[in-house]
């Protein structure tokens, strides 16, 4: 719980019911919850930094269709060699939660089949 200073004498109502009297240059006890509101003010930590903002996230890029399609086509082999039943469809077809466990990709049901079908072409051409 961050100890904080103000370069003048200022009396902080927080939204949450406190008060905190600053003096100028004298370390005062700020409670978890009133923080934010003292950073605002111009409040500094004396012990550590204190961030006002939250860190930035980075966006997650989405991946390409021929980045889908290789991790799908990596993912196909492995659940055939493992031929779990909980792993494939009453139709044959592997689940997208068995393909996601594996590669970490989310495909929707028309993905997979489109997928599955292309994987399976390609599987009897080599043959």
């Known amino acids: ?5 103000l ?3 200022y009396d ?8 905190i009297n600053f003096t100028k240059g ?3 006890f700020v ?5 934010k509101e003292a950073l605002a003010i111009g ?8 961030e006002f903002l939250e860190p930035e996230k980075t966006p997650e890029i989405p991946l390409t269709l ?19 039943r909980e792993d494939f469809t009453a139709q044959g077809l592997p689940t997208p939660t068995a393909i996601e466990a594996l590669v970490g990709i989310k495909l ?18 080599e043959k």
């Open 43 to 50: 409040a500094e930590g004396v012990d550590e930094k204190l």
């Open 66 to 84: 021929e980045e889908i399609k290789a991790l799908a086509f990596e993912a196909f082999p492995e659940l055939e060699s493992t031929n779990k």
């Open 31 to 35: 409670p978890p919850q009133c923080v």
């Open 12 to 19: 902080l109502r927080s939204i949450a019911g406190r008060v």
């Open 108 to 125: 929707t049901n028309q993905e997979r089949d489109d997928l599955w079908v292309e994987y399976v072409q390609a599987k009897s051409d």
């Open 26 to 28: 004298t370390p005062v």
């Open 7 to 9: 370069n003048r004498n």
């Open 1 to 5: 719980m961050p100890d904080m200073i």
